[in-house]
């Protein structure tokens, strides 16, 4: 089975300092991990995924998100917050054996809010 | 090139009636997902389609839930005799051909039901 955990559910940042939301993830095999953005009434917009490679991810919008093999964590990263990045976050993950199909598994979502 | 569509973006029902849920995949997409997000909470998988097929539908309710998606026209979320517990946020993904390789999900706009 597969699983995320997002452990807060809202994260304060001043604009201009750095943001992080936190994820964790268990699955059976390697993972396919990936961010989405849910702003107020609209569906998700995807940020970035991990697929194999380099363990830091680079995404949409400023965006970046390291992945951890020994932690299982998957955190999403931005150096400088604006005002605009205030949204709904959520991680999402997929097992990459054939067995666990082609869901994705969220996490139950953290948001983010930047004060001026 | 369209985004994924989804029709209506807001649907009322009264308890017992049937609620229809449109979704219109990505141009070249043939793989459509169905998730769902109560209030507050996180997306649930319910079903994943291709065209004339259902692959997974580990995520769908027993009863009064069903969904298809035919070889012309949108994919359908039917929900028979809608509770009022059905209220939430539906939204269709779709993706490219999986193939070896595995493509990101993209999120339509949502459908939010409210059960009277």
């Known amino acids: 089975a597969q699983s995320v955990a997002q452990p807060e559910d809202q994260v304060n940042v001043a604009e201009g300092n750095p943001l992080t939301v936190k994820c964790t993830y268990s699955?059976?095999?390697?993972?396919?991990l990936f961010w989405y953005v849910q702003y107020p009434n609209r569906g998700l917009q995807f940020l970035l995924k991990?697929?194999?490679?380099?363990?830091l991810v680079k995404g949409s919008y400023g965006f970046e998100a390291e992945f951890n093999k020994s932690q299982t964590s998957f955190h999403l990263k931005k150096p400088s917050a604006l005002v605009s990045d205030s949204a709904l976050y959520f991680c999402?993950?997929?097992?990459?054996?054939?067995?666990?199909?082609?869901?994705?598994?969220f996490g139950g979502g953290t948001r983010v809010l930047v004060k001026p | 090139n369209a985004g994924v569509m989804q029709n209506p973006r807001h649907l009322v029902r009264r308890r017992g009636q049937e609620a229809r849920l449109r979704c219109s995949p990505m141009?070249?997409?043939?793989?459509v997902y169905w998730y769902r997000q109560l209030p507050e909470e996180g997306l649930k998988f319910m079903v994943y389609?291709?065209?004339?097929?259902?692959?997974?539908e580990s995520g769908m309710p027993k009863e009064r839930f069903s969904a298809e998606f035919p070889k012309e026209g949108p994919s359908i979320l039917r929900i028979q005799q809608v509770v009022r517990g059905d209220s939430a946020a539906y939204f269709c993904?779709?993706?490219?051909?999986?193939?070896?390789?595995?493509?990101?999900?993209?999120f339509g706009p949502g459908t939010r039901l409210t059960v009277l």
């Open positions: 141009k070249g997409h043939s793989h």
């Open positions: 699955v059976s095999g390697n993972p396919y």
């Open positions: 991990y697929i194999t490679g380099d363990n």
């Open positions: 389609l291709q065209k004339e097929n259902i692959i997974d």
């Open positions: 993904a779709s993706s490219f051909r999986q193939g070896n390789s595995y493509n990101e999900q993209f």
């Open positions: 999402a993950v997929r097992d990459q054996i054939k067995a666990a199909g082609n869901k994705l598994t």
